[in-house]
């Protein structure tokens, strides 16, 4: 179900991800500090191109536990402190930057996770996503191999220690609301999630059957430019 556009190429999960996807209420652009692919002039690209596609555009970054993380890697608290700060600070103004290039014909909201930490609905899907990473085998294992991969690059061999991996997991806990039902998040009818890259907990948040799964109106689609593999 690959959809090819002029400057994009975009995977829906599922079925029902592509319907979604064709409503064009709402994408959402996840957005992670520290990683290169995200720089001014690519979120100016995907501004311009999402504009042409779909009602609303809110691009989310992440800004939780990320002084957390640097400690756990082995930075002392006020270097970790300040990387954060010198990291997020960075990576707003990239976003900012090409959201202003991109000059789209209607608003686009930016915003890091923090600012959601007080609405209701993220906050119980929050409570959620912890209560099923305590409960759920299943669930907990994909957090998990998403952590490893993410630590692999970091700590290399050997394997990441338990205060790396629950750094991490408290950084994913943080994301996963957006995932499962940004619609509720937000306000909108229905939204398509679009990162660069395939997310290992896709499979198991579409699945049939009970856990915690994404919400009727909740898409995800990888989207990345046009030549560029997985």
């Known amino acids: 179900m690959t959809i090819t556009t002029e400057a994009f190429t ?14 064009g209420d709402h994408v959402l652009i996840g957005v992670s500090p520290g990683n290169s692919y995200f720089s001014a002039g690519r979120i100016t690209d995907l501004v311009r191109w999402a504009s042409a596609r779909f009602t609303r555009i809110d691009i989310v970054y992440a800004d939780l536990h ?24 960075a990576v707003r103004r990239r976003m900012l930057r090409g959201v202003e290039e991109a000059g789209p014909p209607a608003p ?10 007080a609405n209701p ?15 759920d085998p299943a ?22 220690s338990a205060e790396q991996l629950a750094a991490c997991l408290d950084y994913i806990a943080a994301e996963l609301p957006f995932f499962l039902d940004t619609p509720g998040i937000l306000g909108v009818p229905s939204s398509v999630s679009c990162y660069h890259a395939p997310i290992p907990l896709t499979e198991l948040l579409y699945a049939k059957g009970g856990g915690l ?5 909740q898409a995800h689609a990888v989207v990345r430019p046009e030549g560029i593999a997985a």
């Not at 975009?10 to 409503?23: A, N």
Request: charged share 25%; aromatic share 10%.
């Open 66 to 89: 990320v002084a957390e993380l640097f400690g756990a890697l082995g930075y002392d608290q006020d270097h970790a402190a300040r990387r954060a700060s010198k990291e997020l600070k």
């Open 10 to 23: 975009v995977q829906p999960f599922t079925r029902s991800c592509h319907h979604i996807w064709d409503e």
């Open 213 to 217: 799964r994404a919400s009727r109106n």
């Open 139 to 160: 669930f907990r294992a994909g957090c998990e191999r998403m952590a490893g991969h993410f630590l692999s690059s970091k700590v290399g061999e050997p394997a990441a």
């Open 121 to 135: 609905v993220y906050e119980l899907l929050h409570r959620r996503v912890r209560h099923f990473l305590a409960t």
């Open 108 to 117: 686009v909201g930016v915003h890091g996770l923090s600012e959601f930490a």
